[in-house]
């Protein structure tokens, strides 16, 4: 035995004796402090104190990781409020596509209107409305807009995705509002309190997807591409039809099972945008209606009256872009997602429509 190994052996063997301890007090202890770490961890990610000393870069795990740029950019927002007048876009994937970028779309905007504005985007593939929930409930109060867009597939969300939310399952946030909502549709709870789980779940994930860098001692970095159709994916006819059936045979009746769940969690969007000083804001997402044709119309002739019952309700404007954006088949990659060609049409109309929107809420 050498010197170093005689001066570690009681080291060990003092360790080893502590873990075969059986107080209680020290089991108490242990199980206190791991408490005490995960909550300190827990309000670093919720505060957003954690994009203060990480890069966004440092945290995705892919290029398209919508859920934590989400994430990330809310809690940039949460700790470093912006100034001036604000249009935030929630929505599925659909709204993410349909923007050739939030910096482009805020000068459009800006030109229109004659007052500065900046656009955040927060949109993410298969975003339900409780989600949208948990995402305005985390953005600082101020002056803006909120744009949440509508389609037939985010009133078809099943309730066991939103409960999972509460546990920062796709976001890392917590929302006493979508837990209000949630106890008030199901009339039971309390529902989870913490979102360590999804803390826990992400890094696993992030650890697990850059294995091999970290095992070389590199440290990941990934950039953002919010994009992800183009021309080339643009399916053809034939396909796009196969798609129309494929949710006909899947979507519809889980529509009608989910509709008035999801229709409850817009609705509460709505308020707490109002609470929070913004002007909420509906707008369609695109689909394809000259393939889709009449397929939809069981769904479409739910939500939409929906929409336009809520609007007049709370005193705020449903927007349809598509209605004046002229987009033809070559403009979708599928259903409902937009190519630049189709970007190109659809951005104008939206930002008429905001512009419109802000300058009659600027007026005395």
Known sequence: MTGSQSKLTPVIRSFNRGLRCRNPLMLVFAVGLTAAVMLLVQ????????????????????????????????????RDPPDGTVVYVLGGSASNEMLASPDSLGAEISARCGMWVQVYTLAACAQTFGQSLAVIDNLPPGRGLVVIGVSPNRFAYDSKVDEQELEGRRYLMRSGALRRAITARSGTGPWAWTIIPGIMEYATTWARRFKRQLVRGDLPRTSYERLRYTK?????????????????????????????????????????????????????QPFISAVIGHAWDGAVGVYRPFCRGLAAEYGITYIDPARRAGLVNADFADLQHLVDSGRNKWQPQMAQAIAAELSARSRP
């Open 232 to 284: 080339e994916l643009v399916k053809t006819l034939t396909q796009k039809r196969e798609l129309v059936r494929q949710a006909m045979r899947r979507g519809v009746p889980h529509f009608q099972l989910t509709f008035s769940g999801n229709a409850a969690l817009l609705e509460e969007a709505v308020k707490l945008c109002q609470r929070k000083g913004f002007t909420p804001l509906l707008m369609e």
């Open 43 to 78: 309000w670093v990610v919720t505060s957003g104190a954690y994009t203060t000393v990480l890069a966004e870069r440092l945290m995705l795990r892919s290029i398209h990781d919508d859920d934590i740029h989400v994430s990330y950019v809310t809690a940039r927002l949460k």
